[in-house]
């Protein structure tokens, strides 16, 4: 199966990682921002960074990724680059390039597919090809494949997530060692688990993103970033942590979301301190309540290049077993 | 898509009740252990059920499990009769005898399964149909699907599971309440979480089953009931339990599972309190530990008449989709 690999950051390379020994796999093109190669018989990504360090390039900028998606023949787009939240581009041009030219697209770019998910799921399926994005939610759990398949056939009554691994991060910190706010995410900028700006982690952006997409991708619903209520952490004390574990409780960033009232909200939570979705470092869980499987909890790793790479190795593999390659 | 349904205890209810409304299915046959039913325009499974209090049938004994499978013109053979550990007998006859005749089967039998995967698998692969069992571990935990296709291309390093609600509930009482195993265990058959026999349960005998199940579908390994080894939690005392509550840890019944050493084991384990291993009531859990999506841990109702049919629908509506029913 021959993959186009838009994006080289963290992820893109994961994704060459995991492909490297797969004989299923071949990546015939790959762009970063500023240049990209081709070559039908497979590229040697490793060689391709290498390169990069001496020349700033991967190849030529002729390449871009538009030309890549509309010119290359490759069976599947993988577009792994920085999400844009405000209009999805340039990822939402490349993607429908290559939908609109019947290619299969796997994505772990939130913004496209928080923003315009049906239409980029209807031009998946006029011209008969799969849409698929497991990597945009929650890393490494597959947790759309999960509510899709796993609980196919269930209606799901309301989702609670931990959707943020910064923010539980810092929550899991103040509540073990005590720290404030500010020194919490000191160390989590430290360790690289905070970003420079981590605004859109903080005040609940990033996580409410993720609503929207669980919502209107596998909920069925048709709802945008407006119709999230949004409350971050960084007003948070120790000293409401430690209220909390004075009774047994603790403090998480949940996301929420019940179908059926169309209420999703990403808010500061109380939770008992032994509920499942309370956990440590920055672990990403998602509580599905369902009418027929009752509860059911998915817990695992929310970010990282090799776990999100590991997602958008199970969309590939999909591919590969449905359409037969 | 049109069904036979082996079995009317618990689950076989649950299964009648979640296919009740859904247009996309009818159930064309039915039998219990003593008799069986068939109409090509679709039984009210609750109205047999009604009638079988007053005849103590719910139709004809002509018409026999066996008798359904081989002559009765069904889509999908559902198989959730109670277990034969031993033989797999007789739902692995009536299994072979769908199977055979190019009908799909869905099944929460783990005697066939456990016993015979390989050659009913072979045969379901021969005639071309789909030989599915969700519902065989974890009961509405979507474990099967979560390791083939959420954490697909994967190579799993390790498995640990709580996969025996009853052992659980002992476990989780014993700590909580500071309960001898006698008294937990008593309570346990009080709430029907424990049979009038528990001996497969706290022996470790039904997760060793469920692990071998696991170690053989979805993992690629050939084993036996043998080849696990098992130690029970009736000897655990109170007195061990609040040890490991002294040191932050508590006990569970862990089946674990290491592909590459082809070491698998159920007894009872030390784990930290904070372990998402460690839940209280009849919950099951699985932690898989994998190559790249690093650990992952699904959460849920390991048993239950409705809960179990979750599974058994999952598989239902992926037959649906895939054989375009």
Redesign the interface.
Known sequence: MKLALIGLGSVGR?VAH?VKN?PRFKIVAAADSKSGAVNPDGLDIDRLLQGKKETGRIGTPDWTAFRIAAEVDYDVLVEVTPTNAETGEPALSTIKIALSRGRHVVTSNKGPISLYYRELESLAEENGVALRF?GTVAG???II??IR??????KVKALFGVLNGTCNYILSRMEEEGLTYVQALAEARDLGYAEADPTYDVNGTDAAIKLVILANTVLGMNVTLKDVQRTGIDRLTPEAIRMAQSTGQTIRLIASLYPEKKDLEVSPRLLPE?D?L???ETLNAVTVE?E??????????GA?S??T???I??D???IHDKYGF
Chains 1, 2 share one sequence.
């Open positions: 994961g995991v797969d497991e490494a759990v597959p494949n999960g398949n796993g609980l196919a056939g269930n032994d499942p309370v956990l440590s369902t027929y499987a009752g509860d059911v909890t998915f817990i695992g790793r990282g090799v776990e790479a590991s997602a190795l199970s590939l593999l999909y």
